[in-house]
């Protein structure tokens, strides 16, 4: 009887043994299965990644040109034309444009069938291609030309220029001040579009350090960035201030003068 139970027992056990060989229905669940399953995804997602990446470096090795990163964007050429990737090397802005500036104030100025406008970061169109020319970009406001005149636009009302087109030439924001000139005569424009004397110069240069060169009857004076005359026209000839000094010349002589005007 012990002999019978025991020969049962094993009878048992092997179709147990069979039963696991077997294959399983699809709805029985299999641990082993989801494990491998499981497995299978991951491999699958490392796979994709990989071959993005090798899609992004073939990518990358077909550009003519790659700029230096500024603002987390570099320049690229493609067939002659530009767009922008970021520092994993997604193409973020694809090449469709003839010209391309590096980023500034995480806009960049773009050029496109003759005509220029700005894109932001993701390549959204900030001002329309409808200009002839565009300067840089400084304080939000950037010159542009249009219909062979100049004006300035603020970027972030860009749909309506701060300064209607009038002057012949118009240079970029230096200390919240823009040369302009019209007729020959220069002077400056504030962030607000105003002028802060009348155009009566025949030359001005660039604020720096707070004061600006102007030129009028041959003589050289620096300006205020209220339009204020500080230093009077007397010399000959006078470059920027830098580290509150200034090389002027005055009868063939050369020497520096402090922002008051006197000599060191």
Same mark, same amino acid.
């Given at each position: ?50 071959? =993005? ?15 230096? /990163? ?22 973020? =802005? ?14 960049a100025r773009v ?7 700005? =894109?932001?970061?993701?390549g959204k169109e ?12 400084r304080d939000s ?9 100049? $004006? ?20 970029? /924001? ?18 607000? $579009? ?15 350090? $707070? ?19 500080? =230093?009077?026209?007397? /010399? ?29």
């Amino acid at each position: 009887m012990l002999q019978f139970r025991f020969l049962l027992s094993l009878s048992f056990l092997a179709c147990l043994l069979a039963c696991e060989d077997r294959p399983k229905s699809k709805d029985a669940p299999d641990n082993r299965n989801f494990d491998i399953s499981d497995t299978t995804k991951k491999a699958g997602r490392q796979g994709a990644e990989a071959k =993005i990446a090798d899609t992004l470096i073939k990518r990358t090795d077909a550009y003519q040109d790659i700029d230096i /990163f500024n603002q987390d964007r570099a320049k690229v050429r493609f067939k002659d034309l530009y767009g922008y990737i970021d520092r994993d090397s997604f193409e973020i =802005i694809k090449p469709q444009y003839t010209s391309a500036t590096r980023f500034e104030d995480s806009l960049a100025r773009v050029g496109k069938a003759g005509k220029y406008g700005v =894109i932001d970061w993701a390549g959204k169109e900030i001002v329309p291609f409808e200009y002839e020319e565009l300067g840089q970009i400084r304080d939000s406001m950037l010159a542009f030309k249009k219909d062979k005149l100049y $004006g300035f636009l603020y970027l972030k009302e860009p749909k309506k220029p701060v300064v209607e087109p009038r002057y012949e030439w118009a240079g970029n /924001f230096v200390e919240k001040r823009a040369k302009v000139m019209r007729k020959g005569k220069w002077t400056f424009v504030n962030t607000a $579009g105003k002028e802060i004397t009348p155009l009566q110069y025949d030359a001005v240069r660039d604020f720096k350090e $707070g004061l600006a060169a102007v030129w009028i009857n041959y003589k050289w004076g620096y300006l205020n960035p209220k339009g204020e005359i500080v =230093i009077p026209p007397t /010399f000959d000839q006078a470059l920027d201030f830098t580290k509150g000094k200034a090389q002027v010349m005055l009868k063939d002589k050369t020497f520096y003068i402090n922002s008051l005007g006197k000599t060191l």
